[in-house]
T-cell receptor, first 112, second 114 residues
Framework: DAKTTQPPSMDCAEGRAANLPCNHS???????VYWYRQIHSQGPQYIIH???NNETNEMASLIITEDRKSSTLILPHATLRDTAVYYC?????????????FGRGTSLIVHP | EPEVTQTPSHQVTQMGQEVILRCVPI?????FYWYRQILGQKVEFLVS????????KSEIFDDQFSVERPDGSNFTLKIRSTKLEDSAMYFC????????????FGQGTRLTVV
């Protein structure tokens, strides 16, 4: 699986958009980009995933660059409850069971 | 909304004792996982389970650990002869099929070995 690089921490004002970057420059054509988050002491929570097109759901938007070497998770209107560690995971889904493998992620703090 | 349920939420055990952590995955899911997270560290994969057998396991998942789906609804992780370093949050997860979609995680069991 391709390695990902994320900033260790970020902060954002409540009500503003939070833009969390992820670099995955060695991504291959079969690898999807997944985002999870972990609110303190809780289990990880799936947010969104994509292959090459931008994706949006009720939680967030995922913007993947045309060369697929980086992506950005956007929380359009961050709330205090979005304070969490956000994990960007790249995974080849072409064989075997899907096993999310978590790195250090980005610790996002949303402040009033 | 369906969810993965784990019991107990907190378990304290003496070193050398056996513990069983229980999970009820989402009912129509077929793939099950156990992860652990030592305090302040990353979430680490332990094992995945499908069709009543282990499909993948990590180096952490040694002979001290075993998993079972005893009755078609529960999914258990047994830790034999617990050690102090087994103290961690243990998360169960399930997903509908491999390689296709997101995994849903439970809220975890905090295991404390004293």
């Amino acid at each position: 699986d391709a390695k990902t690089t994320q900033p260790p921490s970020m902060d954002c004002a409540e009500g503003r958009a939070a833009n969390l970057p992820c670099n995955h420059s060695t991504i291959s054509g079969n690898e999807y980009v997944y985002w999870y988050r972990q609110i303190h002491s809780q289990g990880p929570q799936y947010i969104i995933h994509g292959l090459k097109n931008n994706e949006t759901n009720e939680m967030a938007s995922l913007i993947i660059t045309e060369d697929r070497k980086s992506s950005t998770l956007i929380l359009p209107h961050a709330t205090l409850r979005d304070t969490a560690v956000y994990y960007c995971i790249v995974r080849d889904l072409s064989g075997g069971s899907y096993i999310p493998t978590f790195g250090r992620g980005t610790s996002l703090i949303v402040h009033p | 909304e369906p969810e993965v349920t784990q019991t107990p939420s907190h378990q304290v055990t003496q070193m050398g004792q056996e513990v069983i952590l229980r999970c009820v995955p989402i009912s129509n899911h077929l793939y099950f996982y156990w992860y652990r997270q030592i305090l302040g560290q990353k979430v680490e994969f332990l094992v995945s389970f499908y069709n009543n057998e282990i499909s993948e396991k990590s180096e952490i998942f040694d002979d001290q650990f075993s998993v079972e789906r005893p009755d078609g609804s529960n999914f258990t992780l047994k830790i034999r002869s617990t050690k102090l370093e087994d103290s961690a949050m243990y998360f169960c997860a399930s997903s509908p099929f491999p390689g296709g979609t997101e995994a849903f995680f439970g809220q975890g069991t905090r295991l404390t070995v004293v």
